[in-house]
């Protein structure tokens, strides 16, 4: 776990490439990021792959591959898939299944270029291997997502990626890995019952979970925010904040919110004021970015 304040690049250099591709996480880790951050969902055959979300269709073009694999709901699961189904897809822009509009107008064209699925080991071969010829220690933040919808369907996605994480090396806080869920018992468990020395970082998305920090603080070395969460009201055109950040830093928590993104800045002016109002004002202690590069050069430069 590295000092000072850090930063980690979300899904890659999503804001240029799409997002948890092989190319957006060799055009992040170019940009000089502290970490680059997995998402991971399990395969049929219990391969983690790094991408957002259980479903497939808003990232890939698996309604025209494969249009027979949809379940009830219409939606495509990762989990109903092998990896060697999975690596017939091309992944894509994030775009709305509804109107097939990609979501940021201004990123990497939809459907451009030759984009696949990978494996979590994959990607870590490519950060280690990186790291090993560029003599750098970038390090990875793994997410497991929806932990609950894998157990319903008999899979336990956090021994398998822990399993996975100890073989190339990632096994207590001193190794450059970070691992983050949304799920507060499963977090739980992977510290309690899975014995894991890994820093864990338990991620928040519900107001009502910000009255936890207490709890969170006997399993969690840090939270992970929706920087919403540490906004106030504007008082004479400054902002001003709730406690999260001062309250997890008197229980020993680090605070990484999500998500900075240059081109989606709602209540900011610009991408400067919001790192220098979270970083230097609320006092986070790392951020997850679309855009490492601009972050990166921010906190150089400060």
């Known amino acids: 776990m590295k000092l000072s304040k850090i930063v980690i690049a979300h899904r890659g250099a999503s804001g240029y490439l799409p997002e948890h591709t092989m190319e957006s996480k060799a055009m992040a880790y170019a940009m000089n990021p502290d970490y680059i951050e997995q998402d991971l969902v399990l395969s049929k055959d219990n391969i983690p792959i790094v991408i957002h979300d259980i479903y497939l269709d808003d990232v890939t073009n698996v309604a025209t591959i494969f249009p ?14 092998t990896f060697d189904e999975l690596q017939q897809l091309q992944v894509t822009e994030r775009f709305d299944t509804k109107t097939q509009k990609q979501f940021y107008p201004k990123r990497f064209p939809k459907g451009k270029g030759n984009f696949k699925l990978h494996s979590l080991q994959q990607e870590i071969e490519l950060i280690q291997g990186l790291n090993y010829s560029t003599n ?30 100890s ?25 309690k019952e899975l014995k894991s020395d890994l820093f864990l970082v338990q991620l928040i998305e519900f107001d009502e979970q910000v009255k936890k920090l207490e709890h969170f603080a006997t399993y969690a070395d840090g939270i992970g925010p929706w920087y919403k969460q540490i906004l106030a009201d504007k008082v004479a055109d400054k902002f001003t904040f709730t406690n999260l950040v001062l309250k997890a830093h008197q229980l020993g928590l680090k605070v990484h919110p999500y998500t900075f993104r240059a081109d989606s800045l709602d209540e900011f002016s610009s991408f400067e004021q919001m790192m220098q109002v979270l970083f230097f004002e609320a006092n986070i202690d790392g951020g997850f970015t679309d855009f490492p590069d601009k972050m990166v050069a921010f906190l150089n430069d400060n």
């Open 167 to 191: 073989d190339y090396g990632y096994k207590t806080k001193k190794d450059a890995c970070i691992f983050q869920c949304f799920d507060e018992k499963e977090l739980e468990r992977i510290r």
């Open 136 to 165: 750098k220690n970038i390090g990875i933040y793994p997410e497991i997502k929806n932990p609950d919808f894998h157990h319903k369907n008999g899979k336990d996605i956090a021994k398998i990626t822990l399993n996975i994480l």
């Open 68 to 81: 027979d694999k949809k379940r009830a709901d219409n939606r495509y699961y990762v989990i109903d898939f």
